[in-house]
């Protein structure tokens, strides 16, 4: 119809019936193209357009049929029109992949809205944290029986005791300490957290750390000084470690008499200390610190990582990592040794032996290879153990760490593929 000026052709909707639009411009060109299904040539014109017919095409998908919106929230989704792609999804109610999308174009708020429409509160829970809403974040997290990210948020929303609660629920005895250190000694709360405190010292066979924890909590905390059962307690591990000068100075202090009958309160460990000589949390954290990858992260951030860390101890002989097994996360050797061996062509070939400060597996938090070699402890090792699901979750609520954990990783990578080549 070349005599109007115009050119017109009929297109077929998906419906069977069909209309005359305008085959010059760009947005009925758009328009045909996703009528006749052809999706990947409608992406590109959106993307050669800049995307200026986004309201347009919202508009089609809002009053068109399923079929129609489909194919436009395609045309948008390959476009990269990632948030365009999930409004019409959403409205497709298709919450599962509309959530994904929104995720990918930063709108967290909605994503978390789909997941929740989706049931998946999993995948909600930190979709609403990235939001900033971490109540609403906590109680999915309490639905979905999450508990450690439940004990994550509880930390963000500076609640250290509950947090610590979970903790032990878990028994991730090195979190749960984390997180009552961060109670100040002059805060109301600081008397049920050094309670604790000294009480696992106590336990793992620490009575020099216990008493000193006791020492400054007093000193900085006076109602802390009328607790009968820390004051016995701070007195029985003085009289334990042969300090009996000191402990008479305490009992003069808080204004005890010169023995109460619990002078001789015997402070025993009630397990074998947790870590042997010379090593122990700090330690495990200068370890986790000297990972390449992790070299630009931030202290909370690090803090953070170390709190999902899991101690896992595993006795001689046994495998830490299968040769050929799904890659599970990242071990770091905190303590002992283990060998790290190839089977090929029948042969098993050492390749190295690994002590404490040493990790594998890092590959695993990244990817789904299955491990390229076989790690058996070969004297009794305990490990901090990230595993990918926690290090996904840890990431996703983390940006900036994300960032240079990945950055550093792509460029460790790089170098030894050089090094290979």
Known sequence: ???????????????????????????????????????????????ETGGVFGDALREDARVGSNVTRGRIAEVFRRARDFASSALVLEQMAAYADAATLYEQAGDFPAAARCHRSAGNLDRAGPAME?????EPALELYRKSGNLPAVAECLVRLHR?????????KLGNVHAEVEVLRQVPHDEAAAIDATRRLASLMVDHGHFDRAAALL????????????????QRTLLGLLERLGRHDDARKVRATLGLPANDGDAG?????????????????????????????????????LRDLYRVAQEVAYPPGSALIEQGAPSRGLLVIAEGKVDVSKVSAGQNRLLNTLGAGAYVGEIGLVGDSPASA???????????????DAFEHYVYA????????????TGNLAERVRALS
């Open 1 to 47: 119809m070349a005599g109007w000026g115009v050119e017109f052709e009929f297109v077929e909707d998906d419906t069977g019936d069909g209309q005359f639009v305008s085959s010059g411009g760009s947005l009925a060109r758009l328009q045909a193209l996703i009528n006749r299904g052809e999706v990947d040539q409608a992406s590109r014109l959106y993307e």
């Open 130 to 134: 990235r939001s900033g809403e971490l």
């Open 160 to 168: 250290p005791l509950e947090a610590a609660l979970v903790y032990r």
């Open 215 to 230: 020492v400054g909590l007093f000193r900085a905390n006076p109602p802390a000084r009328t607790d009968g059962e820390l």
């Open 265 to 301: 309160q015997e402070i025993t460990a009630k397990v074998e200390p947790l870590h042997a000589a010379g090593q122990g949390p700090a330690d495990d954290y200068a370890h986790l610190k000297a990972i390449p990858i992790f070299g630009e992260l931030a202290l909370s951030d």
């Open 374 to 388: 076989r790690v058996v402890a070969q004297t009794s090792v305990r490990v901090l153990f990230i595993s990918k």
């Open 398 to 409: 983390h940006p900036a760490a994300a960032l240079a954990i990945f950055r550093l990783f």
